[in-house]
């Protein structure tokens, strides 16, 4: 069963570059439906959300990557808040 969350935008995107709609189709990532604004409402499978949420998960952590743009890991912090 699908299911609709509003993300932040700027997590969204970077995650949406990162990670390719190819493969297995329960890995496949949520589709984007709406934009307004610095948010997204994405769509799809528990899974799918999982796979957004584990990122945004790894991004947020304070061992996560060292480097990022600006505003990337307090996106992904929200992410991981609104997924929840």
Not at 21 to 50: F, H, W, Y
Not at 65 to 70: K, S
Request: hydrophobic share 35%; glycine share 6%.
């Amino acid at each position: 069963m699908k299911q609709q969350k509003w993300v932040p935008a700027k997590f969204w995107d970077d995650h949406s570059e990162r990670c390719p709609c190819d493969g297995d189709p329960e890995e496949a990532m949520a589709t984007e439906v709406k934009r307004s604004g610095n948010r997204v409402l994405i769509e799809g499978t528990a899974a799918q959300i999982e796979v957004l949420r584990s990122d945004a998960d790894f991004y947020a952590d304070k061992w996560g990557p060292d480097e990022l743009p600006p505003g990337l890991k307090r996106s992904a912090i929200a992410t991981v808040k609104a997924l929840a």
